[in-house]
Each structure stands twice: as structure tokens, then as C-alpha cells.
């Protein structure tokens, strides 16, 4: 709906999907990108928060979630109506982030009206819905010819023995149709009641599944009969989505995503924050739990901004040796402040370390002359050699500060234009999930590792680590590491962020196989 409003400002009322990231819709992507204010519920999870902050870093968010009435995190619906209303004057773009799909039992056709009355302009997008996603991460069809043609879906929070209760329990068969629940957990006791009490076969299956599509989802398969001591057991509350019906049957054959070889585990990524998602998103995708953990950051290397000794001479190097995006990045930041372009580079040829670099190189369309097969500096070295003499060869290699006097080579001039920024704390969550228990350390860098390792040291972390795997890139990180922390459980093969990956699920997959035997 589009109105005149005074501002000419819109909300933008988003389903954000059940949880995982890959659910969330390219529609809602795009206006997470573009939004000015973000004003979330507590059903959208921890990693769409950080998706948004990492394609929009200068998006606000606003907690406006319920909680079930939790005091001091709950907004009524006036309160949540109110404020669309106040950012609406403040803000040009504003989402309105739910959980699951705004209209579907997410109050979503609510929030509109009171915006169509206020005159501000809206738009609603849809999102992915619990209600399907959810069963099916856990291997649950809701339909199957053999089991059931339909299925029944209540919002349960309403008490099933009042008897001004709008729902009509009598009308569901168990044995014809499924029944889906949500926020159906407080009330499940009183629910089963009255179900048996219609006379629905006690040792009907029952799934409660909470968190599901995140690698917090828990399944628990039960029925009627028992379903309240063994939710209790497993101390299930929500979210939670409640599947009552024969095809809870099939999960047995059908459980493909807490199966994933890396579901559940935790890995600490101890890279810059800019550089941390894309690999953490990956993770998410094989059922993992990463835990970002930015001990690092770059910034650009004031000092050498105006080198006129080597801005003034971009012509005179035969060969330019990139070996991180971030050496990309930084380089043409430096030739932007000069006020020349990719046209510095016309008469040097190019080298690249890694598909990454690559790829930032293609960004200001510079094609790569040479990748080397293997990803260290050392390996381009001896790769370029093998394939053209470097002899009198002039070679400018843009890097960090702290290489500086590592990689020494006659007729490379080694310019360091930008710098690491080391933490001095980490924060207060991560310590606590360190203590909680951490299944991988991964360490991209020799500097990582050396800055993990003090406030490893600083905060007390050493007994808690030691159950903990490392996994490093690099033949260098892994020296370190090994000096660091007597060990290195996995190595990435090759030196990249698919490798490592492969090689930390390849881990995993030979623990499994060698338990099963």
C-alpha cells in the first residue's frame, strides 16, 4: 500500500522465515539491505540479526519482541504500533521483522491496518512459515497419501478447558489429518487431555520440535501417552512446533538435517567480522553452530597513503603479487585517495593467492595472470618461478605490517599498506560460550593464533580449550599453533575457506565411522 505521507517514509512488514538464514526470502533480504531501522521480535533468530548487521552496518535495530510477557523485554502490541508510528517520522525505511511469516499468526495484517489509519505506507512481504519449515527439518512430512490427505494448524495458546476457547477440538481426527500446533507447550498437558478425552488413540505419534531449521533444533519423538514426562525430560519449551499425526512415522527414514555430519557443533571463528560470515554462513548450512569470535580487524595503513615513491612509479613493476582480499581492498582505497584507478596496473602483470582474491581483483576488473595451484606465498613463488624467470624482475608485493620482514626477495619492494587491530578483551558471551564448550578452534592466521592464545591466557580459558579441536590454514598458522597449543587436530587442504571446512567435516566423518564399527 502506498499512501502520501509527510515524510514519504514505509514500513516494510517482513517475514524473516523460521531461523535459517538460507530460508530467509531474496525480498526480505533486499530490504534488510536497504532499511534504515530494524524493529525485530524474539522469534527472529541470532543469525538473521547478524546477516543484517553484516549487509546493512549501518541499519539500527530495535528489540520489540513479547516473550510471553517476560518483564522488561515485553512490548505490548500498542507499544510495537506506537513506535512504527515515531520511526515513521524519523526514518525513510523501516522493517518490521517477524519470525516466520508476518501474517500467519504473527499479527502482521494487525500492524498494517493500524498503518493504513495512520496514513503511513506499507508494504508486506512473506515469509517462509514455521509451520511447513520446521517439520520438514525434521524429517516430518505433514501430508502423505498412505497417513493423511490434510492437516490442521492452531495457534495454542489459548486453554483448551476454557470453554469460550474458539477452537473446535472435536473436529480433528488424528488418524485423517495431522495437527500442527504452535505456541502449543504451555498448554500441552491440557491439550493431550482433551484430546484423549475425544477419544484419540493414546500411542498416537507426537513430535515437538524446538529452535527447528537452526542447530539448536532438538526433536523429540513420542506420543499422547507420554509426550509430557519426555518434554519435561528434555526441558522443551518455545519456540517449539508441535506435530500430532501418523506421518510423525516417517522422520525415522526421513531425518536428514540433524544428521549432518556437523550438526550441532560449535566453532569458534577467530576472524575480522567483515571476513567471519561468509564462512559462518556455510557452517550454518551444514547444521553447525558458529560462534564469531572478531579478535581482528584491519584498517588502512595511514603512513603509506601518499608513498609517492611508489605511487609515482605503479609503471615501473613488472609484477604485483596480491595475497589476501584485504590487500586488494586496501591497494585501490590508496589509489582512489590518489585519484587513479585500475589503469595503474596497465603495464604489470598480476598475481593472485586464492579464488578470493581472485574475485576482489575481478571487482575492479583486473583479470589475475597467474593463481597458484597452492595458497601461500612461498608456493606463488615457487609456482611463478617454474614458469617464468622472476630474475631482475621488479615485483611490488602489498601486504600487512607485521609481514614486513618475513618474506624477503630480490627486487620485490614489500608495501605495507594496512595494518592489523588486535582486541584487548573478548566479550563477555563469547567467554561464556568457551566455558559452555567449544568442538572447533579455527585459526586463519599466525597472528590469530598468537592474539587467541593471550586472551586465552588473559581470561582464564586454557582448561577449557583443551577439549577443544584446532583447526588452522596455512603452514605457518599451523607452526604457531602447534607452539601455542602443543597441537593441530586439523589442517585445511588446500589453504582456503572451503578447504578447511572439508577438512573439519572429513574430521568429523571418520569419528562417526570409526564409532559405528
Known sequence: ??????????????????????????????????????????????????????????VKLIY????????GRSFTQDQVNNLLLELSKDYKIICRLKGGDPNVFGRGGEEAIFLKENNINFEI????????????YAGI???????????????????????????????????????????GVKYLPKI???????????????????????????????????????????????????????????????????????FGKKILITRAKEQSFSFALKLIELGASPVNCPIISYQINEKEIY??????????FDWVFFTSQNAVKFFFEIIEKNCYDSRVLFKSQVAAVGYKTKLELEKYNIKADFIPKRFSFKDLIEELGERTSLKDKKILYPTQTEIINILPL?????????????????????????????????????????????????HNLNEYLKKSLIATIGDETSKI??????????????????????????YFSDVEQAVSL
Open 64 to 71: 520489540v519482541g513479547k516473550l510471553g510477557g517476560e518483564p
Open 192 to 262: 493431550i487431555e482433551k484430546l484423549i478425552n475425544l477419544r484419540r488413540a493414546k500411542d498416537t505419534p507426537l513430535a515437538v520440535i524446538y529452535w527447528g531449521t537452526t542447530s539448536k533444533q532438538t526433536t523429540i519423538i513420542t506420543k499422547l501417552s507420554t509426550a509430557i514426562r519426555d518434554i519435561e525430560k528434555h526441558s522443551i519449551k518455545a519456540p517449539s512446533v508441535i506435530i500430532i499425526g501418523e506421518v510423525v512415522n516417517y522422520r525415522e527414514i526421513l531425518n536428514w538435517f540433524e544428521t549432518k555430519t556437523l
Open 410 to 458: 630480490q627486487g620485490m619492494t614489500t608495501w605495507p599498506i594496512y595494518k592489523p587491530i588486535f582486541t584487548n578483551e573478548l566479550d563477555k558471551e563469547i567467554i561464556n560460550q568457551i566455558k559452555e564448550g567449544i568442538d572447533v578452534i579455527t585459526l586463519f592466521s599466525s597472528n590469530t593464533a598468537s592474539h587467541f592464545a593471550k586472551l586465552a591466557e588473559k
Open 1 to 58: 500500500m502506498l499512501g502520501n505521507t509527510q515524510n514519504n517514509s514505509i514500513v516494510y512488514i517482513t517475514g524473516a522465515g523460521p531461523g535459517a538464514p538460507g530460508l530467509l526470502t531474496l525480498k526480505a533480504k533486499e530490504i534488510i539491505k536497504k532499511a534504515d531501522v530494524i524493529a525485530y521480535d524474539n522469534l527472529v533468530s541470532k543469525e538473521i540479526l547478524e546477516l543484517a548487521l553484516f549487509e546493512n552496518q549501518k
Open 125 to 136: 512481504i512473506p515469509g517462509v512459515s514455521s509451520i511447513t519449515a520446521v517439520p520438514a
Open 307 to 316: 608513498n609517492k615513491n611508489i605511487i609515482n612509479n605503479f609503471s615501473s
Open 481 to 506: 599453533a602447534k607452539e601455542l597449543f602443543g597441537r593441530v587436530d586439523i589442517l585445511a587442504e588446500p589453504f582456503t575457506e572451503e578447504g578447511l571446512i572439508n577438512s573439519i567435516e572429513g
Open 141 to 183: 512430512p505433514l501430508t502423505h497419501r498412505e497417513v493423511s490427505s490434510s492437516f490442521t494448524v492452531l495457534t495454542a495458546h489459548e486453554d483448551p478447558g476454557d470453554e469460550t476457547s474458539s477452537i473446535q477440538w472435536e473436529n480433528f481426527d488424528a488418524k485423517k489429518s495431522t495437527l500442527v500446533l504452535l505456541m
